[in-house]
Structure formats: C-alpha cells, structure tokens
C-alpha cells in the first residue's frame, strides 16, 4: 500500500527562482490538498482539488502561487519569484470520498536563500 | 472564522495517562481530528470523530467531545516513550480543508 509521495524532500532556492512540486496521491483517493507548515506552526490549508477541478484556494494563496491537477492524479504546486517568506514545509493530502480522513505525504521542505 | 487553540507542552511520566485539551471556534464544524507528528515525519491521522458524537474509543485513546463548550480532548492511557510526538487537533465541516491547531508537544518521560 503506497501512501502520499511527495517530490523532491528538500528543495533549495535562491530568492526570485521559481519553484515547482509534486504530490502523487494515493491511487483512489479523488481529494487533493496542499498545506503549508512553518516551524512551530500547524498546517496551513493553501488549495484543494476534487478531481482536476480547483475547488477552493486560501487568501493565502498569493499570485505567485499555483497549483493544477491536470487528469486528476498527480498535482503541482509552482512558486515564482520566492521570497524569503516562501520557506516552509508544503504538505500534500488526498482523501476519499470519506469526509474527515485525509492521509498526508512526508512534505517538500523549501528553503529560500 | 475558524480557530482551533490548544497548548503547546504536556509532560508526563511513562505509565500515566495523558490528556491533551483543545478548543475551537467554528460551529459548524463537523469532524474533528486528532493529529500526530514525529520529528522529521509527516502528519499521521490517529482519529477523528463527528461533532453528533460524546465519545471515541480506539485502544488507548479516548477523544470526548463537548459540542456546547467546544472543548475536545485527547487522552492517551498507559503513555510510553514513543507517544513523544507533536499532537495537533483540526477540525473541518466536511470535504473542505482542515484547519490545524498550532500543536502540542508531548514529552514522556522514562
């Protein structure tokens, strides 16, 4: 059973560089989630996909942020001109059709130089 | 908008039971959530309940929900040193995001 798989881990930038990640949920699973965690802080919830469909995006979502599920499996999340502000832990989840049970992947940990 | 609080260290001495306390803002929250995470770890669902229930039972945790007072609570009985994690509580109305606890971290103690 494969769970949530995030890729790359660690990813290092300087500031200005774009950034893109990826998050292949578990194979059934319809719900996509990107959250964002800092250190010491809870998740962060950024966006949710039902499907392909962009359902819902947090005002925390800038213009430099986006995300896309193109055929409903695998999604990405692009960051454009990082900032210093950008560093932080972004968490992928999916879930079934079952409210109340979403299963999260190990994180992408971006730092911003 | 939604809010969930709890504190952030509990210690406790291996054997005893441990409790972790949250409360929450939005009333139209409808699943509440126990969440773990171990240093370097992603965050594990250890259980969830929905807001029409008092109680939960899974081997050792026990999560109460206190639906007028918004209080939810986690208690771990017969705690040992791997329960030492980051315990955050989250709710959601459903489908729709969750929104986290900023976290509270269990020490036990050998």
């Known amino acids: 059973d494969t769970g949530v798989s995030q890729d790359p881990r660690h990813k290092i930038t300087k500031r200005g560089q774009n950034v893109t990640f990826r998050c292949d949920p578990i194979?059934?699973?319809?719900?996509l989630y990107w959250y964002r965690q800092t250190l010491g802080q809870g998740p962060e919830f950024l966006t949710y996909f039902q499907n392909e469909a962009q359902l819902e995006k947090s005002r925390l979502l800038s213009d430099r942020f986006s995300a896309e599920r193109p055929k409903g499996s695998f999604s990405t999340l692009e960051i454009q001109r990082t900032e210093q502000g950008d560093s932080a832990m972004y968490l992928c989840a999916s879930s079934t059709g079952t409210p109340g049970e979403q299963y999260f992947g190990p994180g992408t940990r971006l730092t911003v130089t | 908008g939604e809010d969930v609080e709890q504190s952030l260290f509990l210690s406790v001495r291996e054997g005893d039971s441990s409790v972790i306390n949250c409360t929450y803002t939005d009333s139209s929250s409808t699943y509440l959530y126990w969440y773990k995470q171990e240093p370097g770890a992603g965050l594990q669902l250890l259980t969830y309940?929905?807001?029409?229930?008092d109680m939960k039972q899974d081997q050792r945790l026990t999560v109460l929900l206190n639906k007028k007072d918004k209080h939810l609570s986690l208690r771990i009985a017969d705690t040992q040193t791997g329960d030492s994690a980051i315990y955050f509580c989250a709710e959601s109305a459903g489908y729709q995001k969750v929104t986290f606890g900023i976290g509270t971290k269990l020490q036990v103690i050998p």
């Open positions: 309940i929905f807001s029409n229930m």
């Open positions: 194979s059934e699973h319809n719900r």
